[in-house]
């Protein structure tokens, strides 16, 4: 059996990486400039799915949170799955990590759904021709 590693861009940012024995998708993101190093962040396949379902309640909560807080104040909490909800402040919206992939309009919530959805399609196939190979 040969090893390797099948890398596909997703539609939405981040990369599918697959081995016939694993999946996961992973990020890089870079530092706010050059003085800071980049950060990765990798979600194993087998919790992709928590990560869709984590994404809907961290925004309906950064939606209540956001109609309930006055405006013009900040307000960080830390969501599902260690995700980061943040209201009034740098990166507005709800972040995978820290301040990184923030997501502030159900446009963009969707896009990543849609992009996680097709990996769990996507990498079961792979691997079964990775296997083949």
């Known amino acids: 059996m040969k090893r390797g590693t099948y890398v596909e861009k997703l539609p939405f940012k981040g ?11 992973s990020y890089y993101f870079s530092g706010p400039d050059l003085r800071y190093n980049g950060t990765f962040v990798s979600i194993p396949g087998n919790r992709v ?27 960080r909490k830390i969501g599902k799955l260690n995700m980061t909800i943040n209201i009034g402040s740098f990166c507005e919206g709800v972040c995978l990590r820290s301040y990184h992939m923030a997501i502030s309009n159900e446009k963009t919530l969707n896009s990543v759904i849609e992009s ?18």
């Open 15 to 25: 990369e599918l990486k697959v081995t016939n024995e694993s999946w996961e998708i």
């Open 116 to 133: 996680y959805e097709y990996a769990i399609e996507r990498a079961p196939i792979i691997q079964e021709f990775l296997k083949s190979v």
């Open 49 to 75: 799915q928590n990560y869709v379902e984590a994404f809907r309640e961290n925004w309906k909560e950064y939606c209540k949170l956001k109609e309930s807080l006055p405006e013009g104040g900040e307000y």
